[in-house]
């Protein structure tokens, strides 16, 4: 077992070091840049989150400088990235790193595995790449991966299948070169082994791949279906008074916390809204239909423009002058009606 198992870390290797994207993240050992590009990797695609590694790094380029900015600041650097849980559970590793490991990043597995937002998967990456240890990185691309490899038929979302491919990896990090190991099963994953097509006739481990052997890579590996998610229907109100304002509020919520959206209320008439706001509207227009779909639910969003008589401002909400608006975080889900604001509001 010993030695396929080093055939295949020495193979995959080998290809790594010949067919590897160049991406920035790659051509460091920096355990900072190395846990960014990891989490931001998370929900989004290679490609597209170049850039913003690369502005994010630039404006928080070390730990003790994401610590000491404001959490407002964080999320707008990320903004359109998505999935805003990630960037505040930056924020707040970087403050417990300053606090509790001198601003660095620990190298300490347990310790590491505290840090907010850091799960085994992170941990490993940061720990194999940047550090040198025998610590997998068992995303979904590694157990595709290694389901077609060992022929594994047990639900690869399951504790139990993880552990297992976790088991596998580890005895196979050959001493000096986890990280290329690591390294290696991500880009394996990402342009040979694919989920619906994996390109077998170009991968450099299909001597010794189980499920190819077998005829079946098109059937592994087996994962249980998601949960349906909740959909709920929404208005969106840019509700703007006579003195040119928006009314926003500051999300309290989980979903998008922190970040700061228009009237969001669930689907009613609109006099019916601003009825509740206390707000009598003088102008209506329709701004169209958006869906954003997240983790859990989807939304279903009808955008209306209003415009309404001075008032007090709602419990909760602020009128914000509308050269500030774009200064603040605002969330990818509203993106729709935040282009259609500069276009037809705020740019005027």
């Known amino acids: 077992m010993k030695d396929r198992y080093g055939r295949i870390a020495q193979s995959l290797i080998a290809w790594f070091e010949k067919n590897k994207r160049d991406l920035p993240f790659r051509r460091t050992k920096d355990p900072y840049q190395i846990w960014i590009s990891e989490i931001m990797a998370q929900q989004t695609r290679i490609a597209a989150l170049i850039p913003y590694f690369e502005r994010f790094t630039k404006q928080f380029p070390t730990v003790e400088a994401l610590a000491a900015a404001e959490e407002e600041e964080v999320l707008k650097a990320w903004q359109g990235l998505g999935y805003y849980a990630r960037a505040r559970n930056l924020h707040k590793a970087a403050q417990k790193m300053v606090a509790e490991c001198g601003g660095k990043v620990p190298e300490n597995p347990e310790q590491l595995r505290k840090m907010p937002g ?21 995303d979904g691309n590694a157990t595709r991966v290694f389901a077609r490899i060992e022929e594994i038929y047990e639900d690869v979302l399951k504790p139990q299948t993880i552990r297992q491919i976790t088991d596998i990896i580890r005895d196979m990090m050959p001493d000096g070169q986890a990280g290329a190991l690591t390294e290696a099963i991500m880009e394996l994953g990402a342009l040979v082994c694919l989920p619906q097509t994996p390109q077998c006739q170009v991968c450099p481990v299909r001597c010794e791949c189980k499920a190819y052997q077998h ?18 229907h929404r208005l969106i109100l840019l509700a703007e008074d006579e003195q040119g304002r928006i009314l926003m509020r500051k999300r309290s919520e989980r979903l998008l916390h922190n970040l700061w959206e228009y009237v969001n209320l669930p689907v009613q008439p609109t006099q019916q809204a601003l009825d509740a706001l206390g707000l009598q509207m003088l102008e209506q227009r329709e701004i169209g239909k958006a869906q954003h779909v997240f983790t859990h639910i989807i939304w279903h969003m009808q955008g209306v423009y209003a415009k309404v008589q001075n008032a007090p401002v ?22 729709v009606f935040t282009k259609w604001g500069r276009k037809n509001l705020w740019n005027q």
Do not use: M
Not at 127 to 137: D, M, N, T, V
Not at 215 to 232: V, W
């Open 118 to 138: 850091i799960g085994a998967y992170t941990a490993g990456a940061v720990l194999s790449i940047a550090y040198g240890q025998k610590e997998p990185a068992v």
């Open 215 to 232: 005829g079946k890579t098109e059937t592994l590996p087996f994962r249980s279906g998601p949960k349906p998610k909740k959909e709920e």
């Open 314 to 335: 709602p419990e909760d909400y602020e009128w914000v002058p509308k050269e500030e608006i774009e200064t603040k975080a605002l969330p990818t889900a509203l993106s």
